[in-house]
């Protein structure tokens, strides 16, 4: 098995002065053909300046990205911080990410000091999805085509059978929801790899890397056009913003996790996708709002509206 992967040295950053942090590598492509680097890795490691910029005990519940420009895979970032609120229970920062001097990402964080508790009040949640819940993990095959981005993927076999699904015509575009498993790092055979310190921010950071991962390719499944559905790539995409809130602590993103969206609005060549993010245990712990700019360049003309 290949060495475990340092999130430290991977999204971890280096103090300047106050309010100023750089990373300690250079961000990471997608692909080799990808404009610029991961966006999940960016908004990640944005996380942890924001943290090494707050008080001890603080976690973040909600954190919003924008993503000005492309980066490249050459200089690491530079991140400067900014003190929005700074309160006993909740606190706000704002987050400026720059390469060459040039801004390329900026975000806002909301933190609290409690998270989670240990007797928890009145709640309720969406469904666990049922293609999570119906099938086995070890009998769904691994997708390693993530792995240089230490992400790993495992798709139940109804993503990729549009003829077992085709139920899903008679309901609108908005209301298909689709699933699949993913996790940060693995051990499952030689070729892949753990990653290991995914501890205090990078726990966040780690979810943040998930939850960027894949879903904004994955629009043809909704509209069940006639392609392969598991490979990586239709149509041009890009992510314009990520907003991601945190609804609980107890999650590790080193284990199977669920992940299931749908595509609320599509318009002007920009779509919004909303996502839940589940433990093992099926408790919705995350949620995911992204819009991306698509160009489907002629596929929409066999969509299943």
């Not at 999940?40 to 000005?68: E, K, M, R, W």
């Not at 007797?119 to 999570?132: A, I, K, R």
């Not at 995911?288 to 160009?295: A, C, D, R, S």
Request: hydrophobic fraction near 40%.
């Amino acid at each position: 098995m290949a060495g475990p992967i340092d999130v430290e040295q991977l999204l971890g950053v280096n103090k300047l002065a106050d309010g100023s942090y750089v990373g300690r590598l250079p961000m990471i492509k997608a692909h080799p053909q990808a404009r610029g680097a991961y966006g999940g890795n960016i908004a990640g490691q944005a996380l942890v300046a924001v943290a090494a910029d707050t008080p001890p005990g603080f976690v973040p519940h909600s954190f919003q990205s924008y993503f000005i420009g492309a980066v490249d895979d050459k200089t690491p970032l530079e991140w400067k911080i900014e003190q929005i609120s700074q309160g006993k229970s909740f606190c706000n920062r704002h987050v400026r990410g720059y390469q060459d001097g040039q801004l390329k990402f900026y975000g806002n964080a909301s933190l609290t000091r409690k998270n989670s508790h240990d007797e928890q009040p009145f709640q309720f949640q969406t469904p666990y999805h049922q293609w999570l819940a119906s099938n086995k993990l070890d009998a769904i095959p691994t997708d390693n085509r993530g792995q240089h981005l230490h992400i790993y993927h495992k798709m139940p076999p109804q993503f990729s059978d549009l003829a077992s699904t085709r139920s899903e015509e008679s309901r609108d575009v908005t209301d298909r929801r689709l699933a699949w498993f993913v996790r940060w790092g693995n051990d499952e055979d030689p070729s892949q790899q753990l990653v290991e310190k995914v501890a205090g921010p990078y726990k966040y950071a780690g979810l943040v890397a998930l939850s960027d991962s894949l879903f904004l390719t994955r629009l043809a499944r909704n509209l069940r056009l006639p392609v392969d559905h598991l490979d990586p790539i239709h149509y041009f995409s890009v992510s314009l913003d990520h907003v991601i809130y945190f609804h609980d602590d107890n999650f590790d993103a080193t284990q199977w996790l669920g992940f299931s969206f749908r595509a609320l609005r599509l318009v002007n060549k920009r779509v919004v996708l909303e996502a839940e993010i589940y433990d093992v245990n099926g408790v919705h712990v995350a949620t995911v709002i992204q819009e991306g700019l698509i160009h489907l360049n002629g596929l929409e003309e066999t969509a299943k509206l």
